[in-house]
Nanobody
Framework: QVQLVESGGGLVQAGGSLRLSCAAS????????MGWFRQAPGKEREFVAA????????YYADSVKGRFTISRDNTKNTVYLQLNSLKPEDTADYYC????????????????????WGQGTQVTVSS
């Protein structure tokens, strides 16, 4: 059974940093991409960033490019999202998700293309 467990959320002032972690278990993820999504109150869940396990190819939403960095540690089956230069508009519940990919150069972005989801971790950025 696939499990994705997020951690690392919290309250931070604008301009600060956080590192989110997603521990994955239950299967081999070498043919998978791992994505981070977020959902702010009253808004739809949106794509933030994704990475492929095999070669570490990455993709970012324009809103976080240059501020957030996604990475993975294959030995720990863990994906990270480093959040820098945080803004109040980054406040949301952040979710980790996994999807099978058939190319390391085509990374899905829509929520519906991800099969497995974690429970989320809350990030609050104060102004």
């Amino acid at each position: 059974q696939v499990q994705l467990v997020e951690s690392g959320g919290g309250l931070v002032q604008a301009g600060g940093s956080l590192r989110l972690s997603c521990a994955a278990s239950g299967r081999t993820f070498s043919n998978y991409a791992m994505g981070w999504f977020r959902q702010a109150p009253g808004k739809e869940r949106e794509f933030v960033a994704a990475i492929t396990w095999r070669i570490g190819n990455t993709y970012y939403a324009d809103s976080v490019k240059g501020r957030f960095t996604i990475s993975r540690d294959n030995t720990k089956n863990t994906v990270y999202l480093q959040l820098n230069s945080l803004k109040p508009e980054d406040t949301a519940d952040y979710y980790c998700a996994a999807t099978r990919v058939y190319s390391d150069y085509v990374i899905p972005r829509p929520n519906r293309e991800y099969d497995y989801w974690g429970q989320g971790t809350q990030v609050t950025v104060s102004s």
